[in-house]
């Protein structure tokens, strides 16, 4: 359609759609939106030097704001809107394909490449009018965890129920069509499908109609949760099975008249009759638990005192749209993965503390045999500053509590020989102060630290030669050897590490929002703080950026033996270094919390950066260092447990910092008085969701017992969040401003994108 025919067109259209929208008529409505898109289409094939004309009647789309933004009339509205803006795009003066316009022999090539992926000025019409689709979409929900610990029940709890934005779905579609209880069902139904269909079959005397109910009311949820997402990512996430049958009914009118309301339920009908009603339960359940939450953000802390970090990754694996920024205990097992003995040690002694030692042996095969029986040889006594935490006092298995606790010192003092070892091979760590086995008076029985001497609550070292402390025996030497080889040759443990490296990161900036485990190094008058790395300083974001490197060379290699041991002995700095941004503090007191009963000796002395946590200043400058607006933006981190019940607050620098470790390890619950946070980001805003201890997820389908969650608002928007405003919004952005180039100066930059095809 020339241009001349195709303006008046459209400015024809407005009138339309006016009394389209005073009579409500659809059929005018569908007309309209049809008629303009087909115009603004046709004028752009026709590659215009001007749209003005065009843009005259671009103003009609605010006829529309008064049409019912539900079903058809919401779909309508969106054509409408993604026209004009198309037009409006089109129209500026960058645009131009003016005589004057030139190109540099770099673009020319660029567009060249471009032209190829979208030989027709049609094709790049079309890839434009998607993308805009998109960026006019509400944003994804993210979900926020930190510090999870091995704890896999809650966790595995928290992502079945989204956090509770299942529990709300279910109530915005049914708050006035089905009671509390079943509602409470329905939802231990989405969450637990194969144990809560075992249940139902067992007490329903008509399945059949069971089936057909509940077919409906998922089919209802889903949608409600799908309706953020594209056609196409909505399929992506689809099992293959029925992928297909889901498509249909999710895309189904929801109007009771509808002309393929007998289509709709003759495939429910037929789902049911062939015997796939369970399966399509359990794969249309999984669906809503995938929608709800668009992507995980784990900021730390998978491993450590829980007995399930395997199962967490495990779980993990199975998603695609989720990252981690590692925490100071993933650190620690991606050293000992990596082959760090001393990151071996301290991975085994933790384990053997909380009585995990389980997860080395079940979880990943690494055989602790060689441990016991040196153990039982040579630290063959009670033991009893090493007795594992969770055991009580009295009861449970006597043999068992006296071996683990063997094992216990046994690898802590190994542990304490390889540290010295390696911070007398690296003085530019600066930890000569914990070189403290030759502090040790041992026929007294004491050691003197910062001028002060302290009794041993135990001063027997079988194996330590007082003139030589750090020595292995030989017997040590072939046990840590042995030890190191069943890290390293564990085919599950290295594909989990694998995961942490290919799916993790020190931090990630996206959407407004910084995460970090715990800190950056900072002075007391809170800059950056320069750190020391082979010689050459490295502070704020290059400090991150450089040890991310370096935490991939330890694993990965690249630059030489010399170069990975290099970076395989500062994973154990990263650990428990004190200009660590995973650790921060003066010092790791293993030693005094062992063996010192003197609280005063145990005292760890936190970096500047937890001292000034709450200024706002700080926090601005950390955001701006990472080019994120200080004035709109958050750091989100864990690391360091919120005392819920001392009154503290997750909430610090004036919302610029959010805090969100809330004790999911069992460990840490009587600190926080809670069972962990989650920090939900969706288009209305952020909401910090404060959990309740989680009992069991049998009691969860017996009984229908969810977490109990408490939701606050932490900052609600006023306008709705879209895609638009998120990173991958700004992405989408360049590649809409790529193709408008592309269609501008298409016929200039290469001669086979066709103007009329």
């Given amino acids: 359609m020339p241009l ?53 009647f671009a103003s009609s789309a605010r006829h529309t704001a008064q049409l019912p933004r539900r079903g058809f009339w919401r779909k309508c509205l969106a054509l409408w809107e993604i026209s004009v803006t198309l037009v409006k795009k089109f129209e500026r003066p960058s645009m131009s394909t003016s005589a004057d316009a030139t190109y540099t022999a770099a673009d020319l090539k660029y567009l060249g490449l471009l032209s190829e992926k979208f030989p027709t000025i049609a094709d790049a019409s079309t890839e434009i009018i998607n993308l805009e689709a998109i960026l006019n979409l509400p944003k994804g929900t993210e979900h926020f965890l930190t510090d999870l610990h091995g704890e896999y029940e809650s966790f595995r709890h928290v992502l079945k129920n989204a956090s509770g934005v299942i529990r709300q779905k279910v109530h915005e579609v049914f708050n006035n069509t089905l009671r509390e209880s079943e509602m409470s069902e329905l939802c231990t139904l989405i969450y637990y499908p194969e144990e809560k269909l075992r249940l139902i ?20 949820v889903c949608r409600a949760v799908s309706v953020k997402y594209t056609r196409s990512k ?12 889901i498509q249909e ?56 005192r829980g007995p399930g970090p395997h199962i967490i990754l495990d779980t993990l694996a199975q998603y695609d749209r989720y990252d981690i920024q590692w925490g100071n205990h993933d650190i620690l097992w991606m050293g000992a993965a990596a082959g760090n003995t001393a990151s071996i040690a301290n991975v085994i002694r933790l384990s053997a503390r909380y009585d995990n030692l389980d997860v080395l042996e079940d979880g990943y095969g690494i055989n602790l045999l060689p441990l016991a029986r040196f153990a039982m040889e040579y630290y063959n006594t009670p033991c009893a500053p090493y007795k594992p935490k969770s055991m009580p006092d009295t009861g449970g298995n006597e043999r068992d509590t006296l071996l683990t606790s063997q094992m216990h010192k046994a690898i802590t003092v190994l542990q304490f020989k390889i540290e010295g070892q390696l911070i007398k091979r690296h003085p530019e760590y600066g930890m000569s102060s914990r070189l403290l086995l030759e502090q040790i008076d041992y026929k007294r029985g004491t050691i003197r630290l910062d ?18 402390p750090y020595a292995l025996t030989p017997a040590e030497e072939r046990l840590i050897r042995t030890l190191q080889a069943s890290f390293l040759n564990s085919y599950k443990l290295q594909k989990h590490i694998r995961l942490l490296y290919l799916k993790g990161s020190i931090y990630l900036a996206v959407n407004s929002n910084l995460m970090y485990h715990a800190s950056i190094p900072m002075t007391d008058d809170g800059e950056f703080k320069s750190v020391l790395i082979d010689g050459k300083p490295y502070a704020g974001r290059a400090l991150l950026d450089r040890l991310d490197l370096l935490a991939r060379e330890a694993y990965f290699g690249g630059n030489g033996q010399q170069s990975r041991e290099r970076a395989l002995d500062y994973m154990w700095y990263l650990w428990c270094g004190p200009d660590s941004p995973f650790f921060d503090k003066s010092k790791m007191a293993t030693f005094e ?46 690391h360091v447990p919120v005392k819920t019940r001392k009154g503290e607050s997750p909430i610090k620098a004036g919302g610029r910092l959010l805090m969100i470790d809330g004790g999911f390890s069992k460990a840490y619950q009587s600190e926080t008085g809670i069972a962990g946070y989650t920090l939900i980001f969706n288009s209305h805003g952020l909401q910090l969701v404060q959990h309740e201890p989680f009992e069991s997820s049998v009691k969860a389908v017996e009984e229908g017992r969810d977490i109990i969650s408490t939701k606050m608002i932490v900052e609600a928007m006023t306008d709705r969040i879209t895609v638009r405003d998120t990173t991958i919004g700004k992405e989408l952005q360049r590649q809409i401003d790529d193709l408008l180039q592309l269609l501008a100066a298409g016929p200039i930059a290469c001669g086979v994108f066709q103007r009329n095809a």
């Fill in 4 to 56: 001349e025919r195709g303006a008046p067109e459209i400015g024809g259209l407005t009138g339309s759609l006016t009394y389209s929208r005073k009579n409500r008529t659809t059929k005018e409505v569908a007309k309209s939106v049809v008629a303009f898109t087909k115009a603004a289409l046709d004028c752009l094939r026709t590659f215009p030097t001007s749209t003005r004309p065009i843009i005259g």
């Fill in 201 to 220: 079959k067992a007490r329903e005397a008509d399945l059949n109609d069971w089936y057909k109910v509940t077919l409906n009311q998922l089919t209802e």
């Fill in 234 to 245: 909505v399929r992506k996430m689809l099992p293959p099975d029925f992928s297909y049958v």
């Fill in 249 to 304: 009914l999710l895309h189904e009118s929801d109007s009771p008249g509808s002309s393929k309301q007998n289509y709709f339920n003759g495939i429910l009908n037929s789902i049911i009759a062939i015997g796939r009603a369970d399966a399509f339960i359990i794969a249309m359940s999984n669906v809503i638990q995938r929608l709800t939450i668009d992507r995980l953000h784990i900021i730390g802390d998978i491993f450590d």
């Fill in 451 to 468: 001028g002060e001497e302290y009794p041993l609550r135990d001063a027997d070292f079988p194996t330590v030669d007082p003139a030589n």
């Fill in 593 to 638: 919390r062992y063996l010192i009963e003197d609280k005063r000796a145990q005292h760890e002395e936190k970096g500047a950066y937890y001292k000034h946590m709450e200024d706002t200043e700080m926090c601005r400058r950390i955001l701006a260092a990472f080019d994120l607006d200080p004035e709109r933006s958050h750091i989100i981190s864990g």
